[in-house]
């Protein structure tokens, strides 16, 4: 018997960046439709806009509820109904901040209510947030005030290298005072179910060290001695597959070879780097962006969330020019997930 197709939420993200660009593309990609059935949050004259620009062959819809699994594929948009003026594109503003709020929220409220299986988030403004006077920093905390959600965490994904972090933005000396064994187990026990749904039912999971060499039996630090290593012998006591504490410049390299679906790395930078160094690429004659692959996700929130991993680029914003990959495969991961988890 064949599943359902979920339906998605996507919150096109700031109307003046390239998440509405990178919306209209990725629907154009076949693959998304026989995925899942993907609705926009945004502005329907943003989308119209933008589709006129791509001279995109789907067609704009507007609906008020998330279109039926059979839906023939068309830029389906939810319209949160705000009065936008024409968009400046490439332009910070309170009036692009008010809307990229209203399109997290209500992509969140589908979510909450079971029109959707899932929320997938493009590219927003902090500084336009902040100015429409959004109380939170970004998306994540945004998420996570609104289901009520204590502990979660970030990963990045690109290709079969996954990251999961036991902190995020806070300062490296910071990061080091987080580093403890509640906390990595909690980012363990995160990744290892965000694994099954992702279709992974026995995860291999490798826990990186902090320090250089993972300690070296303390000589380097004795964070892996009295936080890391009891983390990891309470989650082998939970039944997780879970290596460590493995070195961090050579953890990254295993996981890309295959030894390991995912990486638990202790702190911002830690992680970040090995995704980007493997999902970025610059091109030589110009020094801009080339490409840029990698998905974000927040782990531990009852909802499915994932996200484009780069900003706005509000100077490629408005020119037909953005690179979709990004959002291609944060649709698709979502899709992959909200097929799998149960409940």
Same mark, same amino acid.
């Given at each position: 018997?064949? !599943?359902?197709?979920?339906? &998605?939420?996507?919150?096109?993200?700031?109307?003046?960046?390239?998440?509405?660009? &990178?919306?209209?593309?990725?629907?154009?990609?076949?693959?998304?439709?026989?995925?899942?059935?993907?609705?926009?949050?945004?502005?329907?004259?943003?989308?119209?806009?933008?589709?006129?620009?791509?001279?995109?062959?789907?067609?704009?819809?507007?609906?008020?509820?998330?279109?039926?699994?059979?839906?023939?594929?068309?830029?389906?948009? @939810?319209?949160?109904?705000?009065?936008?003026?024409?968009? $400046?594109?490439?332009?910070?503003?309170?009036?692009?901040?008010?809307?990229?709020?209203? %399109? #997290?929220?209500?992509?969140?409220?589908?979510?909450?209510?079971?029109?959707?299986?899932?929320?997938?988030?493009?590219? @927003?403004?902090? $500084?336009?947030?902040?100015?429409?006077?959004?109380?939170?920093?970004?998306?994540?905390? #945004?998420?996570?005030?609104?289901?009520?959600?204590?502990? %979660?965490?970030?990963?990045?994904?690109?290709?079969?290298? !996954?990251?999961?972090?036991?902190?995020?933005?806070?300062?490296?000396?910071?990061?080091?005072?987080?580093?403890?064994?509640? !906390?990595?187990?909690?980012?363990?026990?995160?990744?290892?179910?965000?694994?099954? *749904?992702?279709? &992974?039912?026995?995860?291999?999971?490798?826990?990186?060290?902090?320090?250089?060499?993972?300690? $070296?039996?303390?000589?380097?630090? *004795?964070?892996?001695?009295?936080?890391? /290593?009891?983390? @990891?012998?309470?989650?082998?006591?939970?039944?997780?597959?879970?290596?460590?504490?493995?070195?961090?410049?050579?953890?990254?390299?295993?996981?890309?070879?295959?030894? %390991?679906?995912?990486?638990?790395?202790? %702190?911002?930078?830690?992680?970040?780097?090995?995704?980007?160094?493997?999902?970025?690429?610059? *091109?030589?004659?110009?020094?801009?962006?080339?490409?840029?692959?990698?998905?974000?996700?927040?782990?531990?929130?009852? &909802? @499915? !969330?994932?996200?484009? *991993?780069?900003?706005?680029?509000?100077?490629?914003?408005?020119?037909?020019?953005?690179?979709? $990959?990004?959002?291609?495969?944060?649709?698709? /991961?979502?899709?992959?997930?909200?097929?799998?988890?149960?409940?």
């Amino acid at each position: 018997m064949m !599943r359902s197709k979920p339906n &998605i939420a996507i919150s096109v993200g700031d109307p003046a960046g390239i998440g509405p660009e &990178i919306t209209v593309k990725a629907l154009s990609d076949p693959e998304i439709w026989e995925m899942c059935t993907p609705v926009a949050v945004g502005s329907v004259s943003v989308m119209r806009t933008i589709s006129e620009i791509l001279a995109s062959s789907l067609p704009v819809k507007e609906v008020t509820a998330p279109p039926p699994g059979e839906a023939e594929p068309a830029v389906y948009v @939810i319209d949160c109904g705000l009065p936008l003026s024409p968009v $400046e594109f490439g332009k910070v503003s309170k009036e692009a901040g008010e809307a990229s709020y209203a %399109y #997290i929220n209500r992509a969140i409220d589908l979510a909450l209510s079971g029109q959707v299986k899932a929320v997938v988030t493009g590219p @927003i403004h902090k $500084e336009a947030i902040n100015a429409a006077g959004c109380p939170h920093p970004g998306h994540t905390e #945004i998420f996570a005030s609104r289901t009520g959600t204590k502990r %979660y965490a970030m990963m990045l994904v690109h290709g079969n290298l !996954r990251v999961s972090h036991v902190s995020t933005h806070v300062s490296l000396r910071r990061a080091c005072d987080l580093c403890k064994r509640e !906390r990595v187990l909690e980012t363990i026990t995160l990744t290892a179910s965000a694994l099954t *749904d992702m279709g &992974i039912p026995e995860p291999r999971i490798a826990v990186a060290g902090l320090n250089p060499h993972a300690g $070296e039996g303390g000589l380097f630090g *004795d964070e892996e001695i009295k936080e890391i /290593i009891p983390a @990891i012998e309470d989650a082998r006591a939970k039944g997780l597959k879970v290596e460590g504490p493995v070195p961090p410049d050579t953890v990254f390299v295993k996981a890309r070879g295959g030894q %390991y679906d995912a990486v638990v790395a202790m %702190y911002h930078d830690q992680g970040h780097i090995a995704i980007k160094v493997a999902g970025f690429e610059i *091109d030589p004659a110009t020094g801009k962006w080339a490409s840029v692959k990698g998905v974000n996700m927040t782990l531990g929130l009852p &909802i @499915i !969330r994932t996200s484009v *991993d780069h900003g706005t680029a509000f100077g490629k914003a408005g020119k037909g020019t953005a690179n979709a $990959e990004s959002m291609v495969e944060a649709i698709k /991961i979502a899709a992959v997930m909200a097929g799998n988890r149960k409940g």
